[in-house]
Structures are given as C-alpha cells and as structure tokens.
T-cell receptor, first 113, second 112 residues
Framework: QKEVEQNSGPLSVPEGAIASLNCTYS??????FFWYRQYSGKSPELIMS????GDKEDGRFTAQLNKASQYVSLLIRDSQPSDSATYLCAVNGVGASYDKVIFGPGTSLSVIP | NAGVTQTPKFRILKIGQSMTLQCTQD?????MYWYRQDPGMGLKLIYY???????DKGEVPNGYNVSRSTTEDFPLRLELAAPSQTSVYFC???????????FGPGTRLTVT
C-alpha cells in the first residue's frame, strides 16, 4: 500500500469553478500535512501547511484535514487558468521515515478558460 | 535571502562521465534533501542529511554520493553516469521541526 495517495488526474475544471484535490495517507500518527504546487518545468512550491483537524483558509485556497479518516484535501475557489499545475500532497514521515517527508504522486489540474 | 540555489541549470553528460550537482541554502536549515523527478512522475528521494557530517540514503541512492561538510552546502555526486540517470534533480531544505521543505529551481540532466 502506497503511503500517500492522490486522486488520479488529470482534473479539468472550468474557470471560476471550485477545484477539489484529494489525498489519503496510510500512517495514523502523521501530524504534518502539506500541499505543493508544481508548474510544468518548475520546482515544487509550498502553498499550504495544515496540522490540526478542520479547515485552514488562505485566500482562494482551503486545506481540509480529517485525521480520523486519514484524509487531506485542497479546495481552490474561483479557479483561474494560472492555477493549472500539478498539486502534490505531502505528509511527515514516521518511524523509520521520521526525518523525511512523504510525497504523493501528484494530481494534474487544468483550468479551462 | 536567495533561498535554495542549484547549479548548473542544465547539463548533458556522456555515458561514464562524472559530475557534481551543487546545492546551497542560506536559510540556516539543518535538513537537506536530494530528489529526482522523471518526466510525468513523482519525486523520489536520493539522499538526505539532518546536519553537517550526517547523511543517509533515500529510496534510490545507487549511482550517487553526497557529502555535507557545512550547514549551507549539500552537493550530489554522480559517478559513471548512465542513461537511467537522465532526470530533473531537485534539492530541498527544511527545519526539522516544521517539515516544510523549500525547493531549489532544479538541474535538468541528460545522459547520452
């Protein structure tokens, strides 16, 4: 079983719609959760960190965490073509992976004008 | 702050050649990482370091070596380059307490 899984893409949404990106993780004791955005040909950029159950909002972005269900999501409101990118979910490693961050495979998002 | 810098941006190597990818961070982060990313694929951890003088293998260390003599620098050495090492290489750093990793711009390497 993969440690961090993301819904398979590509995901296409029309401009102005809400884009919903989902992520599940396998280790129940994980405490730190991140969303990175990666434009084509560029490096990953940290856009959201969340540590507590519930919602965390930053502008048009909302991260949602449900530790009981081992589920993290990223909502992008009023999606813009400039949001078209691959979004990587990441979770802190535990046990033997304590010093690492575990990245999911990413979900490609395309916002159609 | 420059953040995480990597050199070179691009490089073409012939099979069997060697090279060093440079990574420097000016954020006083104790943790540093090297990843590779093949086209259309996710990040794979090559090596990481939790502080000067301490390094450890990630999931794909074969064909690579690292050293960490200072907090700022974490070079990645490729010995006897092979076509399978054609990839984009990213260096990242973080404070361990936060796990928030900050990435350099990457080095695009082609081995022919």
């Amino acid at each position: 079983q993969k440690e961090v899984e993301q819904n398979s893409g590509p995901l296409s949404v029309p401009e102005g719609a809400i884009a919903s990106l989902n992520c599940t993780y396998s280790d129940r004791v994980s405490q730190s959760f991140f969303w990175y955005r990666q434009y084509s040909g560029k490096s990953p950029e940290l856009i959201m960190s969340i540590y507590s159950n519930g919602d965390k909002e930053d502008g048009r972005f909302t991260a949602q965490l449900n530790k009981a269900s081992q589920y993290v999501s990223l909502l992008i409101r009023d999606s813009q073509p400039s949001d078209s990118a691959t979004y990587l979910c990441a979770v802190n490693g535990v046990g033997a992976s304590y010093d690492k961050v575990i990245f999911g495979p990413g979900t490609s998002l395309s916002v159609i004008p | 702050n420059a953040g995480v810098t990597q050199t070179p941006k691009f490089r073409i190597l012939k099979i069997g050649q060697s090279m060093t990818l440079q990574c420097t961070q000016d954020m006083n982060h104790n943790y540093m990482y090297w990843y590779r990313q093949d086209p259309g694929m996710g990040l794979k951890l090559i090596y990481y370091s939790v502080g000067a003088g301490i390094t450890d293998k990630g999931e794909v260390p074969n064909g690579y070596n690292v050293s960490r003599s200072t907090t700022e620098d974490f070079p990645l050495r490729l010995e006897l380059a092979a076509p399978s090492q054609t990839s984009v290489y990213f260096c990242a750093s973080s404070y361990h307490d936060s796990y928030e990793q900050y990435f350099g711009p990457g080095t695009r390497l082609t081995v022919t």
